[in-house]
T-cell receptor
């Protein structure tokens, strides 16, 4: 299994541009998550999904959109990028093993200038 | 106030030292996780526990549910243990989405 994969690894955007961060998992996990990690801060949940076709907002959803058309894929869309969206983005999936264990992707480092 | 607090924020140790990282949380939880984030950025799960103690090699994690506190210990520390260690809890409420994360403890082990 490849686990959780994310593309791209790095990206620089200009203010107002749009982009999609890709996330794919091959472990057949129902739950998937998008987090952002800012310097000195804990991971913050942007959006999550409990299964194909079902998504919901997390703690910091403004400026982002998601979709979940398949179990494997959970892309994160940034519309009208702003400098405040400069961060490292992590995708994760989880499965019940007596508790929900999370598996993380390698992260995408995004800079908006 | 953060739901999860870790201490210390930064820690420097000599190789071979015994290391303790602490985590306190304020919500009712169904499980607590210890994660390791390497300098390259990748995050891996070290432990998932809801009671007692777990041990993997030189790493030991304990949790006291009544006191809402967990500790991560590293015995005989090595430079390759240098990383950020993150405590995360899953709230006992909700449907799998309610994970709260600490800000991490940055550990540097000097040879």
């Amino acid at each position: 299994n490849a686990g959780v994969t994310q593309t791209p690894k790095f990206r620089i955007l200009k203010i107002g541009q749009s982009m999609t961060l890709q996330c794919t998992q091959d472990m057949n996990h129902n739950y998937m998550y998008w987090y952002r990690q800012d310097p000195g801060m804990g991971l913050k949940l942007i959006y999550y999904s409990v299964g194909a076709g079902i998504t919901d907002k997390g703690e910091v959803p403004n400026g982002y959109n998601v979709s979940r058309s398949t179990t494997e894929d959970f892309p994160l869309r940034l519309e009208l990028a702003a400098p405040s969206q400069t961060s490292v983005y992590f995708c994760a999936s989880s499965i019940w093993k007596g508790a929900y264990e999370q598996y993380f992707g390698p992260g995408t480092r995004l800079t908006v200038t | 106030k953060n739901e999860v607090e870790q201490s210390p924020q930064n820690l420097t140790a000599q190789e071979g030292e015994f290391i303790t990282i602490n985590c306190s949380y304020s919500v009712g939880i169904s499980a607590l996780h210890w994660l390791q984030q390497h300098p390259g950025g990748g995050i891996v799960s070290l432990f998932m526990l809801s009671s007692g103690k777990k041990k993997h090699g030189r790493l030991i994690a304990t949790i006291n549910i009544q006191e809402k506190h967990s500790s991560l210990h590293i015995t005989a520390s090595h430079p390759r243990d240098s990383a950020v260690y993150i405590c995360a809890v899953r709230s006992e409420l909700g449907t799998g989405n309610q994970f709260y994360f600490g800000t991490g403890t940055s550990l540097t082990v000097i040879p």
